[in-house]
């Protein structure tokens, strides 16, 4: 019998298997980092940066940094934990995240981490984007300018529903989500709404088109518990066909 | 709360709605009975709730809503310059809330829309009064013209929030918002 393979998260040991990831194992060990474009089961991305984790100094995201035995890593620091909080500002400026008038609100990942590193305001300026929206599919609408391009919905679409759905194109500030077909409508893809990649976006980005504002306030997934202790959920993900 | 009544000077606190709907003036009067005890420690000055127009030196100014238009600018210009303490309140006034989903469009889209093409309109002309303040290109947060001390979020935020900003002014510390008064919603 081999040694058990561990390294330390803020000086609390973590087991690994060969190959798991920091956050995988973490995750594993019900460890919470802070995280947006991680899910597991699907590869990981790196693209939201807000499981940034320090390890001898320098900065890393948890999500595609390899376990390392006895690695000594740092979550839970003031310096992080204001890092984190300055992510989800320029994420929240970048988009349309006017919370009153969405869908999701109170079960959107992006607010409750919002809420959970302390976020009251943001001072950077708004780039208000105004992208082309999408409700051409019977069952799922497309809210452009939610989008925070962690590509859930590509990598879902592609490695658990086995389908071609969506794409991001443009540069920076142009940056937008499209649908993999030669008319770029939703409604000439393959999705169904009991498809993964319908039940995983983690703000009010890909929505369905019935259900919305059924859940009162106070039942919602994060009205009573901060995100640290409810992990990512959907209401709807259990609707995915496994 | 502090209710001290042997403190004489009493707290000035001044309120106003800018680009808001009042549900955050709403909300602050959730406070329900503890209002009453309130009142022997703070004073309201400029207030829909006392009707006075002009703002007189305060210790806290309360304010609602986004600047959407140059009167907005002016308001809460006069509010910091009158206001040891300003707090935006609300999720218009940090962010510009709902009246800001008019920001993928021009003013003059929106004035359009409104008052020439809209349905229902008759007699269609856009407004053009010299004492009607002109609309700003888009709506802005209020931290995007004046200096904020302090952000309650929420649409609205709770009564409990209101009481945690005040009480903290009357008690001279920081205040803290815990998870249930910090929503944005």
Redesign the interface.
């Known amino acids: 019998m081999t040694d058990t393979l561990q390294f330390f998260i803020d000086q609390q040991a973590v087991p690994f298997q060969p190959g798991q990831t920091l956050m995988q194992a973490a995750q594993a060990a019900g460890l919470y980092i802070p995280h947006l474009c991680f899910h597991d089961g699907l590869t990981p991305h790196g693209s939201c940066r807000v499981c940034i984790v320090e390890i001898n100094g320098s900065i890393r995201a948890a999500c595609t940094t390899p376990a390392t035995a006895n690695l000594q890593v740092h979550s839970e620091t003031s310096a992080l934990r204001t890092q984190r909080r300055q992510l989800i500002e320029l994420l929240?400026a970048e988009g349309?995240h006017?919370?009153?008038?969405?869908e999701v609100?109170?079960n959107c990942q992006l607010?409750a981490l919002?809420?959970d590193l302390?976020m009251?305001?943001?001072?950077f300026?708004?780039l208000?984007?105004?992208r082309q929206n999408d409700g051409s599919h019977p069952d799922l609408f497309i809210e452009q300018?939610r989008c925070i391009f962690c590509e859930l919905c590509t990598r879902s679409a592609q490695q658990q529903d086995h389908k071609n759905v969506f794409g991001i194109g443009g540069r920076g500030a142009d940056t937008y989500l499209f649908a993999q077909a030669d008319s770029s409508r939703l409604a000439d893809t393959a999705i169904t709404a009991q498809d993964h990649a319908a039940h995983i976006c983690p703000v009010g980005c890909i929505l369905p088109k019935q259900g919305s504002y059924q859940i009162p306030?106070g039942q919602r997934v994060y009205d009573e518990q901060?995100i640290h202790l409810r992990g990512n959920h959907r209401p709807d993900e259990q609707d995915a066909t496994p | 709360m502090s209710t001290d009544a042997a403190s004489t000077v009493k707290v000035k606190v001044a309120t106003c709605s800018l680009a808001g709907c009042f549900g955050c003036h709403m909300s602050f009067l959730d406070i329900d009975e503890r209002i009453i005890p309130l009142i022997d420690v703070i004073q309201f000055d400029r207030s829909p709730l006392t009707d006075i127009k002009i703002i007189g030196d305060c210790d806290i100014g309360l304010i609602e809503g986004g600047l959407c238009n140059e009167e907005n600018v002016h308001v809460a210009q006069q509010f910091r310059q009158h206001c040891k303490i300003l707090v935006a309140v609300g999720a218009c006034a940090i962010n510009g809330g709902v009246p800001a989903l008019r920001n993928r469009y021009s003013a003059q889209e929106c004035l359009e829309e409104s008052y020439l093409h809209g349905l229902g309109v008759v007699d269609a002309q856009i407004p053009n009064d010299a004492e009607l303040p002109a609309l700003l290109p888009k709506v802005v947060p209020l931290q995007s013209a004046v200096h904020v001390d302090y952000f309650l979020p929420g649409c609205p935020p709770p009564a409990d929030a209101f009481m945690e900003i005040i009480n903290a002014v009357l008690q001279k510390r920081e205040p803290q918002l815990d998870y249930a008064t910090r929503r944005f919603d």
């Open positions: 929240f349309n006017l919370c009153p008038s969405c609100s109170g607010q919002a809420y302390g009251t305001h943001y001072e300026v708004p208000d984007p105004h300018d306030i901060p």
